[in-house]
């Protein structure tokens, strides 16, 4: 059986470009590439999740995709401005140390337009704030899940060093 894949995903800068409408145009073709692994599960990790109920933004997803919606990431606010630094990562962190009995060896990939939200790099799928979420972009999402179904090589694992809360 293959583990669940954890999709931390970002929404300004993803789903639909930065500053302009949002109209999640970019988001049929997430959904494309999560329909292609039954394994892979999306926490919003959005600034969203603090203005809308999760119900509100599920319904922002196809009626197909919408169970494969496993919740948000928890606010955490920080208490120093260096703190901003990884801060997203520190948040999924934290939610998937709640769901998953091992974060270390827990499949999980961040989709962001911000690489300064995560910390580990070999996680993220960085998107062009002026784009969204393009064909380039879900072709590093299949590459990253099929690699988990593969199993992860060491030096894509999280550092254990790092603070996640």
Request: charged share 30%.
């Amino acid at each position: 059986m293959t583990r669940t894949a954890y999709i931390f995903m970002d929404f300004d800068g993803v789903t639909h470009p930065w500053g302009e409408v949002e109209d999640f145009r970019c988001l049929p073709l997430i959904e494309s590439v999560v329909r292609d692994f039954d394994e892979a599960r999306i926490v919003i990790a959005s600034d969203w999740r603090m203005l809308f109920s999760l119900s509100k933004l599920v319904s922002r997803f196809s009626e197909d995709v919408r169970p494969k919606v496993a919740g948000v990431t928890p606010h955490m606010l920080p208490k120093h401005g260096t703190e901003l630094h990884g801060l997203r990562e520190r948040e999924a962190m934290l939610w998937l140390a709640q769901h998953e009995p091992d974060i270390e060896t827990a499949p999980w990939c961040a989709l962001d337009d911000a690489p300064g939200n995560w910390l580990t790099r070999s996680r993220l799928v960085l998107t062009d704030f002026k784009r969204g979420f393009i064909e380039e972009d879900a072709e590093a999402l299949r590459r990253m899940l099929s690699g988990f179904r593969e199993g992860l090589p060491d030096n894509a694992r999280p550092r254990s060093m790092l603070r996640w809360a």
